[in-house]
């Protein structure tokens, strides 16, 4: 059982320091927003014409994952739930993110950052559905 | 070329701060979401708070001196991460605020859904990758299936679109038809 109490605060903000600095060099000398989904996207369908600048941020975002083994271990874990679950959650992911034009990344850091009210009321809609979802799973005894 | 060493190194700095904020860890995400189960954990919005303070300025100082450089020699901010053309948006307040529509409530809505279900978003899911763990090989296969079905589904109809809050048509333009958008810049120069 994961412990779910231990509350972060140093970490989540030099974490989200690191984020906000990737997004902005980002926005500086490419002038990309720094979605996620939206970047995966664009790199499943090589018909893009911008595939390579995709493919590698991917690459470096998956490198970044073998940066994270050396540094901080902690930090890559199983994940928690069964891979039925793990089925349905990633379609809907992936399905949401496209039909809101957006994660978390791109609506709730880019676009409230660029105070974009469409993002607002993204980040708002997906924290309250994700809140609704993680109670109902608790209630009905999913953990 | 400065372009794709900065993908690589903003990509990897991107996925750094992931996992050093801890949103790598799908309990960390669910715990934030579980905001009524007595053991809430506010990491999350330190992190997406944390981004935000960083990113708001810069992003205003850079935005601010896009608009006083000649078109010509500025970065083309296309379509982007976010796919909706967000670089588009700006000083169109009005526009933005009629594109609140329910295509954007319903899809963040089941991305949300998704999210709780199994705590990761792209972001974190791709990072974690690294691990080849088959929960998280499972997870991203379905993330790009559920993007493909998306796809499928809305096909290259412009229609979902409420025509009471049809933007513009450089706007209106899919963003992953990518022909019909450089068709209607073209048009419009």
């Excluded at chain 2, 009524?36 to 601010?64: E, K, N, Q, Y």
Aim: proline share 6%; with cysteine; glycine share 16%.
């Amino acid at each position: 059982m994961q412990d779910f109490t231990h509350f972060t605060p140093v970490a989540a903000l030099e974490g989200g320091a690191l984020i906000g600095l990737a997004a902005s060099g980002l926005l500086f000398f490419t002038g990309r927003v720094a979605g996620i989904s939206g970047i995966l996207d664009g790199f499943l369908r090589p018909s893009a014409r911008d595939w390579g600048w995709r493919a590698i941020f991917l690459a470096g975002l998956l490198a970044s994952g073998a940066g994270l083994l050396v540094l901080r271990p902690t930090a890559l874990v199983e994940p928690i739930r069964s891979l039925g679950v793990l089925t349905v959650a990633g379609l809907l992911v992936g399905f949401g993110s496209r039909m809101g034009s957006g994660c978390t990344s791109g609506h709730g850091v880019c676009g409230i950052s660029r105070f974009s009210l469409r993002s607002l009321v993204a980040t708002l809609t997906f924290m309250a559905t994700g809140i609704a979802t993680v109670t109902l799973v608790r209630i009905l005894g999913g953990r | 070329m400065r372009r794709l060493a900065s993908a690589a190194l903003f990509g990897s700095m991107f996925g750094l701060g992931l996992g050093v904020s801890g949103m790598t860890q799908p309990g960390k995400v669910i715990g934030f979401l579980d905001l009524f189960g007595g053991h809430w954990d506010p990491s999350l919005a330190l992190v997406m708070g944390g981004a935000i303070a960083v990113h708001m300025p810069l992003a205003w100082w850079w935005r601010r001196r896009m608009r006083t450089t000649p078109s010509t020699e500025r970065p083309q901010p296309t379509e982007t991460g976010q796919d909706d053309g967000p670089e588009g948006d700006v000083g169109t307040s009005r526009a933005l605020f009629a594109r609140v529509n329910p295509r954007l409530v319903v899809g963040a809505a089941i991305f949300g859904v998704g999210w709780g279900l199994g705590g990761y978003c792209p972001g974190p899911a791709l990072v974690t990758l690294v691990g080849f763990s088959p929960g998280i090989l499972v997870f991203v296969a379905s993330m790009m299936m559920g993007m493909w079905l998306f796809h499928l589904l809305s096909g290259r109809d412009p229609a979902d679109l409420p025509s009471s809050s049809r933007p513009p048509a450089s706007v209106t333009a899919l963003p992953w038809v990518r022909g019909s958008e450089k068709d209607t810049r073209k048009t419009e120069a």
